[in-house]
């Protein structure tokens, strides 16, 4: 697969639409601090192809000053005590002259290299931590509305591009400058008629690759778009691969891989041949200016117009001239890439997001640890409410549990709290401080999270453990460990705490990796905590001994916990149930079970006491259950 082909996609649009000139802010905004490596690599650029120039020049002047006895050498305006008189020592000095223009050639052709890499790889990598840096500061909405795919090709291909773009692009716009105009002005300077002969199809190529613009630019939208979407769908099928290998489904993702493979094959393949049309018609068009001079110019050699050294001179320049001008359509085709991706960086650069930080953010100091909601309402689409007017406090110190059926919204308002998302009417409050009026880090600083879907990295169980505290020392890792009930089988693993834990935390178990995540909320001892499903993959018994680990830890500190389990909150200050994002009950486990309502019927079935409630209180509990509606952030 071509992935430099361009990568794309039509999620991106949007944001390319308001991208305003993105090559020239790709030099001044990020070229700026690198002008002395950009010059170097220009001038050493020009004075290479400059150099490059002098040995058809030189051997033209060579072969009438040897064989014509011409004082061809005047015209590099040298004292003529320089210039020997013999032909034998003419001919010495002009094998010097062109030995010692590749000598500078070659020298020129390393500070080139070396300039335009080192102002390409710089460029390069300041746009890719940039981009990066900005796309992890985005709200949770601009990831759920993107796919991994997508992302990845911003920071890998079309960052790459840009990086292939501003080395080997810009080398090939000073050659081609340089090239064109130098053989240019050396052919009119030897003979004007015979040069327009030989510039004739200049035009003509100029039209014909307007032409290839206009018709590849659609084929090459076309193939980013289709190669995007073969990049997400490959990235969905590898992360989802034990899904995929227990359903048995591997001839189907066979199928979708193929069709999406074989839609960027069509689009690719349309671009290349539009392509590997436009250039062999574009050598032919420089072909026909040879022939032209070859035809023109001997002729006029046998009637003395032009001497042999011009003829042969206009021949080599003639055959050096069509190289550029067919690269030419390379460069175009290039810049064409690097402008689109260019767009799709700055795009993503200029996304604006839902969580807006104030200038004057002060810092969150959490001192009661005092909760509150207010009125809140919030949905991820503005017409479909996922919270609404939801009411509650959490008095410092108090454990609350969030509970209720699957789909009412009990995730979402945890991460409100951590400015995941903003509210869209009401507030949330630490302490009387609505969170909107602190700064994020402070807020995240001061909260633990462990979700219900345990994220590990690729590292160490320590490196997990110590993720966002990477100077905790081992005493304290190793006690976080302990009271997350990680402790005895860290130590059995084939390392122990330097045990790799693979891709996603693979070589654990589910219940393994949730108690990884829990030591990391431990060892971080924040403020306040925030625990979504938190032992929901593991066994009972190690449950138990993770819910006393809790209970110490929470016992002095305010808790938010959210729980499908009853029997992990029974025991918490207070329980509030929400319902289709309201806020239904609230209460003590007692109370709640002594009202005989959704909590108490939601208790029942879980604690398999069906059989003893009358018969519309379990059709009211089944109904219930059947009508939830599923929320991948519940």
């Known amino acids: 697969m071509d992935i430099d082909a361009g990568p794309d996609s039509d999620a991106f649009e949007e944001e390319r639409e308001d991208v305003d000139r993105p090559m020239l ?86 500070t080139r290299n070396w300039g335009w ?56 716009v000073s050659r081609l400058v340089v090239m064109v105009l130098g053989i240019a002005v050396i052919l009119f300077a030897l003979n004007w008629q015979l040069a ?15 032409k290839f613009i206009d018709i590849i630019q659609p084929k090459y939208a076309e193939v980013r778009s289709t190669v995007g979407s073969l990049n997400s769908r490959l990235e969905n099928n590898l992360g989802g691969i034990t899904v995929i290998k227990s359903s048995n489904t591997e001839p189907y993702e066979s199928d979708r891989v193929d069709d999406v493979s074989q839609d960027y094959y069509d689009a690719n393949w349309d671009a290349i041949r539009t392509r590997i049309t436009f250039f062999p018609g574009l050598r032919l068009l420089a072909g026909l200016g040879f022939v032209a001079t070859f035809l023109v110019g001997g002729l006029w050699v046998f009637q003395g117009r032009v001497t042999e050294g011009q003829f042969v001179a206009f021949i080599l320049y003639t055959q050096r001239f069509i190289w550029p001008m067919a690269q030419f359509g390379q460069v175009i085709n290039m810049y064409q890439r690097a402008y689109a991706s260019a767009e799709r960086v700055f795009g993503l650069m200029e996304t604006p997001s839902r969580i807006a930080e104030s200038p004057d953010a002060t810092e969150l100091d959490v001192g009661e640890g005092h909760v509150e909601y207010e009125d ?136 393994q990796r949730q108690r990884v995540a829990i030591a990391r909320a431990i060892l971080q001892d924040p403020e306040i905590l925030l625990l979504d499903e938190a032992t929901s993959d593991v066994d009972t018994e190690t449950e138990l001994l993770i819910q006393k680990s809790l209970d110490r830890l929470t016992a002095d500190r305010t808790t938010l916990v959210i729980a499908h389990r009853l029997s992990t909150v029974k025991d918490a200050d207070q329980i509030v149930v929400i319902e289709d994002g309201r806020v239904v009950e609230r209460g003590t486990h007692e109370n709640l079970l002594a009202e005989d309502g959704l909590y108490a019927n939601l208790w029942a079935v879980q604690a398999g006491e069906i059989d003893d409630l009358p018969e519309e209180f379990v059709e009211r509990a089944s109904r219930r259950q059947a009508e939830a509606t599923p929320d991948a952030d519940d």
């Open 25 to 110: 802010r790709l030099f001044t905004e990020y070229g700026g601090d690198r002008k002395g490596y950009f010059a170097a690599g220009l001038a050493s650029s020009i004075l290479a192809r400059v150099l490059d120039l002098l040995p058809p020049l030189l051997l033209a002047v060579a072969i009438d000053s040897v064989f014509r006895n011409e004082a061809g050498f005047s015209i590099f305006l040298l004292p003529e005590s320089w210039l020997p008189t013999t032909q034998v020592g003419q001919l010495w000095f002009t094998a010097g002259i062109i030995g010692t223009a590749f000598l500078g050639a070659a020298a020129f052709h390393y």
């Open 196 to 210: 327009l002969v030989a510039l004739l199809p200049v035009p003509l190529i100029a039209i014909f690759t307007r």
């Open 376 to 511: 809140v309402t919030f949905g991820y689409d503005a017409d479909e409410p996922i919270l609404e007017d939801v009411n509650f406090e959490v008095e410092g110190g108090d454990t609350v549990a969030l509970v209720g059926p699957t789909g009412a919204g009990k995730s979402t308002a945890a991460k409100l709290m951590l400015r995941l998302y903003d509210v869209d009417e009401g507030a949330v409050r630490v302490d009387g401080t609505d969170v909107r009026e602190v700064s994020v880090p402070s807020i995240r600083r001061a909260m633990g999270y462990v979700g219900q879907e345990t994220y590990l990295f690729y590292g160490t169980v320590r490196d997990n453990i110590a993720y966002g505290l990477p100077d905790a020392d081992d005493e304290d890792i190793i006690a976080a460990a302990k009271a997350a009930e990680a402790h005895d089988f860290v130590t059995n693993l084939p390392d122990g705490y330097d045990t790799m834990v693979g891709e996603r935390g693979v070589k654990l178990s589910g219940g």
């Open 117 to 172: 890499n080192r102002f390409a790889q710089g460029v390069q990598h300041d746009i890719r931590t940039d981009t990066y840096d900005k796309m992890q500061r985005l709200n949770m909405d601009f990831f759920a509305d993107k796919q991994t795919g997508e992302l990845m090709s911003v920071l890998s291909n079309d960052v790459n591009r840009l990086e292939k773009f501003l080395n080997d692009g810009m080398n090939s």
